[in-house]
Each structure stands twice: as C-alpha cells, then as structure tokens.
C-alpha cells in the first residue's frame, strides 16, 4: 500500500488517522507541524500527504504551496483535513495545490475511497 504522512499538530487527531490508515494497509509518517511535514516529505518523499490547516510555525495552507511549488515534492498528493469548513477555505486550500479537501471529524469510508480516489488517478497519471 501507500506510505502516506499525516502533517497535524493534534496527537488525538494522529493517533485516529494513523489508525484507520493502518487498518488498511498504509504505512504512516507523522510530522508535528508545517514547517516540520515540508521537511519531512522532501526527505521521505511519501507517496501521499494528510495536511491539517491550523498548526504552529507554518499552517497548512502554507505547507502545501511550498510543497507544491517545490520540484522535489509537487508530484506528492496532499488532501486537506482540517475542522476549518467554510467553502472559502476549501477553495483556498485547492488554490494552494491540495487535490481534495476533508474536513473533521473524518469517516472512515470516506477517507479511504478518497485516498483511493487521488492515488489512482496518480497512478494512471504515471503509467501513460
């Protein structure tokens, strides 16, 4: 499966996402904050990326456009998954480079098929 990074400073938030991911198969990568999931992602190179929006040093929004904009990292995926809802702030977090946008409290179902979703068009996007 996928080694995926979740990028949140909560620890109940970690713990909940690594569970589920874990349960399917994923392999997990945590980084406390924004300034430390940039750094990370450029040394491991995940092949997917969960970026929390509020966070210290470096929010999630602005890890994303680094993470974008960065030869090294912008062909990582990143779904926002945040408690922020507002339509203004998806629309944000897309113009930043995220692929998709889930807000908190997350369902199971709904993150996986969402997963499934980005790594696949991924996939296909590399195979052609």
Same mark, same amino acid.
């Given at each position: 499966m996928a080694r995926i990074?979740? @990028?949140d400073d909560s620890a109940t938030? @970690?713990?909940?996402?690594?569970k589920i991911l874990m349960k399917h198969g994923h392999e997990v990568i945590v980084a406390g904050d924004g300034a430390e999931g940039v750094q990370v992602a450029k040394v491991e190179l995940p092949d997917l990326i969960l970026m929390d929006v509020v966070m210290p040093k470096l929010n999630g929004f602005q890890a994303t456009r680094q993470l974008t904009r960065d030869t090294a990292t912008q062909h990582i995926p990143i779904?926002?998954?945040?408690t922020k809802?507002?339509?203004t702030d998806k629309i944000w977090g897309e113009r930043q480079g995220a692929k998709r946008y889930i807000t908190k409290p997350v369902d199971e179902d709904y993150l996986i098929n969402t997963i499934n979703e980005v790594m696949g068009k991924l996939s296909a996007r590399q195979s052609t």
């Amino acid at each position: 499966m996928a080694r995926i990074l979740i @990028v949140d400073d909560s620890a109940t938030q @970690v713990y909940s996402l690594r569970k589920i991911l874990m349960k399917h198969g994923h392999e997990v990568i945590v980084a406390g904050d924004g300034a430390e999931g940039v750094q990370v992602a450029k040394v491991e190179l995940p092949d997917l990326i969960l970026m929390d929006v509020v966070m210290p040093k470096l929010n999630g929004f602005q890890a994303t456009r680094q993470l974008t904009r960065d030869t090294a990292t912008q062909h990582i995926p990143i779904i926002m998954v945040t408690t922020k809802d507002q339509e203004t702030d998806k629309i944000w977090g897309e113009r930043q480079g995220a692929k998709r946008y889930i807000t908190k409290p997350v369902d199971e179902d709904y993150l996986i098929n969402t997963i499934n979703e980005v790594m696949g068009k991924l996939s296909a996007r590399q195979s052609t």
